[in-house]
């Protein structure tokens, strides 16, 4: 098995915890905007430097005694079948352990929840549009609801994230129909869209919302009684008050 990128430390894609970040390769949707292109197409993921497992999880052995979780992200990770027996081998080193999903795959998610040892500590679920929208980026309008319902009833801590989309592809009625999909405890994170490395590269060209546009949409997402907040955002907060 091969990994498509690792990161020794992390202070961000874990909150609250000091995190390696192992990168897994392929992805079923086609976001335009997607800023991980190289971790998608099988063509790209080909020409691409891959890691064997077993170097980086002798790494993570050594480094027990510093770091305390390990994130798994891609690309999309339950499309790796070895991703059950990931989970398991990180947490009997001693680690917490971050899925990162896209939830395109209720099935995989009910699977590893199932277990006490392939269990995620935390999730993170990318909320891309709104349902009825998933067929414009290859995925599936109920797998994304599914997946959902499965995480919030799986008593597993989570966060749901969303991008904030530029020449108003993201809108506010997504905004109102994705926001029934979260519950209203755990944290819904909005941050810009950033050119640069898209998939298409038509959207490079596109510069990042504004910040008046992103605290809009976060606020409507506030009003329908959700934890939302800004992320990768200076000199701005926009959350819910306790």
């Known amino acids: 098995m091969v990994l498509a990128g690792f990161q020794k430390t992390s202070l961000i894609d874990y909150p609250g915890i000091l995190a390696a970040v192992v990168f897994l390769p ?5 976001c335009p905007w997607c800023h991980n292109g190289n971790l998608v197409l099988p063509a790209s993921v080909a020409e691409a430097s891959l890691l064997p497992i077993q170097i980086i999880n002798e790494h993570l052995k050594k480094r027990r005694s510093v770091l305390e979780g390990v994130v ?6 339950t499309l790796t079948r070895e991703l ?31 277990r006490e040892t392939t269990r995620p500590d935390y999730i993170a679920l990318d909320l891309k549009l709104a349902p009825h929208r998933y067929p414009e980026i290859g995925g599936n309008e109920e797998s994304i609801k599914k997946s959902s319902i499965i995480i919030q009833e799986s008593g597993i801590a989570h966060e749901y994230r969303t991008i904030v989309l530029p020449q108003g592809y993201l809108t506010e009625q997504d905004i ?46 506030l009003s329908h009684g959700k934890t939302a907040y800004l992320r990768g955002i200076k000199n701005k907060t926009c959350q819910a008050k306790p």
């Open 84 to 114: 059950p027996e990931m989970i398991q081998y990180y947490k009997m080193l001693g680690y917490k352990v971050k899925l990162d999903t896209n939830g395109s795959r209720p099935e995989v998610l009910e699977y590893i929840f199932a």
């Open 72 to 77: 798994i992200t891609g690309g999309e990770p």
């Open 176 to 221: 109102k129909i994705i926001a029934q999909l979260v519950d209203e405890k755990s944290p819904w994170y909005f941050s810009p869209f950033k050119p640069g490395t898209c998939l298409d590269s038509t959207w490079n060209s596109f510069t990042e919302p504004a910040v008046e546009e992103i605290v809009h949409l976060t606020e409507i997402a």
């Open 26 to 30: 392929y992805c079923n949707f086609r």
